[in-house]
């Protein structure tokens, strides 16, 4: 089970969001912190959930309005 990330884990992602370049899969160009591995994105309407793709990894979830 993904685990919440830390403060310096969410900094490091939400800093570099504005660089994330997203493939047809969902693979991003972004580097899990913690392992290294490739973070996913899935967007659903206005939410939007970043994750490793190491499933007990790093998980983070953005909602809109």
Same mark, same amino acid.
């Not at 290294?36 to 967007?43: A, F, I, S, T, V």
């Given at each position: 089970?993904?685990? $919440?990330?830390? &403060? ?10 504005? +660089?994330?370049?997203?493939? =047809?899969?969902? $693979?991003?160009? &972004? ?10 994105? +899935?967007?659903?309407?206005? =939410? ?18």
């Amino acid at each position: 089970m993904a685990t $919440k990330a830390t &403060l310096q884990e969410f900094e490091f992602i939400n800093n570099n969001c504005a +660089d994330i370049k997203v493939d =047809s899969n969902g $693979k991003t160009s &972004l580097k899990c912190p913690r392992c290294g591995k490739p973070l996913l994105m +899935d967007r659903n309407g206005s =939410s939007t959930e970043i994750y490793c793709t190491d499933p007990n990894c790093i998980k983070i979830t953005y909602r809109g309005i």
